[in-house]
Nanobody, 126 residues
Framework: QVQLVESGGGLVQAGGSLRLSCAASGRTASSYAMGWFRQAPGKEQEFVAAISWSGGSTSYPDSVKGRFTISRDNAKNTVYLQMNSLKPEDTAVYYC???????????????????WGQGTQVTVSS
């Protein structure tokens, strides 16, 4: 079982930066691939970034590629999402998630994730 707690959201102007953190607890938390997803009001949930359990592999959709960076510190059981050059369309609740199985590569599909945090709001003003 893995518990996830996100932090770092807030209000930022367009062009600014934020860094989200996701603290994982549980004996084997560091063995899970992790992902970030977001959901804006009235829109479907969207994949944002994923990282393999070792941190050696990452993936992003075109909408954030080159602006967002996912990383992890397994010694601290923490995953980060560095968001630069933020746009108003990045406004959403951001969720971190842990994959169902150990030692994964980081799926882009939300149904591959069994453990979810409570979410943190990111608002980008124009």
């Amino acid at each position: 079982q893995v518990q996830l707690v996100e932090s770092g959201g807030g209000l930022v102007q367009a062009g600014g930066s934020l860094r989200l953190s996701c603290a994982a607890s549980g004996r084997t938390a560091s063995s899970y691939a992790m992902g970030w997803f977001r959901q804006a009001p009235g829109k479907e949930q969207e994949f944002v970034a994923a990282i393999s359990w070792s941190g050696g592999s990452t993936s992003y959709p075109d909408s954030v590629k080159g602006r967002f960076t996912i990383s992890r510190d397994n010694a601290k059981n923490t995953v980060y999402l560095q968001m630069n050059s933020l746009k108003p369309e990045d406004t959403a609740v951001y969720y971190c998630a842990a994959e169902r199985h150990h030692y994964g590569l980081g799926s882009t599909k939300s149904y591959e994730y069994d453990y979810w945090g409570q979410g943190t709001q990111v608002t980008v003003s124009s």
